[in-house]
């Protein structure tokens, strides 16, 4: 059974710096792509961006490029994004999902991680 | 970006009644190539994260209940949910994968 699974919730300072990882499991990690979404409290869902499973090449989206870096460990099948200069504005839940299709992220998402909390505050 | 507008934000509707979400998107995201809709729904219910219902805006996912259907194309699609259970409760979001991905705001579902 395919799995993604996050790691926990990071309470973080402004200004700081934070890394997420969601480690898979039951499929083949290079055949697919993982996605990252981000959703505010009480808000809709954001998409961040999009890496390659077999390669690392990222497609982020405009609004986040400079502030977040996607890598994947395939080693150990997961999936990190890392988020600098920390503003409250990015207190969310933080998700991560299974890319479909498999191109540059242009894709449905069909099994999603639990996601991670991230708190921001001073 | 392509611009989803939901609609209604919420609804309420009897136990066993049809329920109906409205998607309009900013621009066609059929694709002329295969003639797909590159749009899918979501539902996410309370504490949980977004369950994909359907896909290439009519295929649903395997497992979902056939109560829900998606119909549309172009730049106007609609999920309808007929014969509405309480376990149904949840916000609903469509997404366009046409272009980098964008979602709709919500739609939230409630019992009447």
């Known amino acids: 059974q395919v799995h993604l699974v996050q790691s926990g919730t990071e309470v973080k300072k402004p200004g700081a710096s934070v890394r997420l990882s969601c480690k898979t499991s039951g499929y083949t990690f290079s055949s697919y792509g993982i996605t990252w979404v981000r959703q505010a409290p009480g808000q809709g869902l954001e998409w961040m961006g999009w890496i390659a499973g077999y390669n690392g090449k990222t497609n982020l989206a405009q609004k986040f490029q400079g502030k977040i870096r996607m890598t994947i460990d395939t080693s150990t099948s997961t999936a990190l994004l890392e988020l600098a200069s920390l503003r409250s504005d990015d207190t969310a839940l933080y998700f991560c999902?299974?890319?479909?299709?498999?191109?540059?992220?242009?894709?449905?998402?069909?099994?999603w991680g639990q996601g991670t909390l991230v708190i921001v505050s001073s | 970006d392509i611009v989803l507008t939901q609609s209604p934000d919420s609804l309420a509707v009897s136990l066993g009644e049809r329920a109906t979400i409205s998607c309009k998107s900013s621009?066609?995201?059929?694709?002329?190539?295969?003639?797909?809709?590159?749009l899918t729904w979501y539902q996410q219910k309370v504490g949980q994260p977004p369950r994909v219902l359907i896909y290439?805006?009519?295929t649903r996912e395997s497992g979902v209940p056939d109560r829900f259907s998606g119909s549309g194309s172009g730049t106007d699609f609609t999920l309808s949910i007929d014969n509405v259970q309480a376990e149904d409760v949840a916000l609903y979001y469509c997404q366009q994968y046409y272009t980098n991905p964008t979602f709709g705001q919500g739609t939230r579902l409630e019992i009447k």
């Open positions: 290439w805006a009519s």
């Open positions: 621009q066609s995201v059929l694709y002329g190539y295969n003639n797909n809709n590159y």
């Open positions: 999902a299974r890319d479909v299709v498999g191109l540059s992220g242009q894709s449905w998402f069909d099994i």
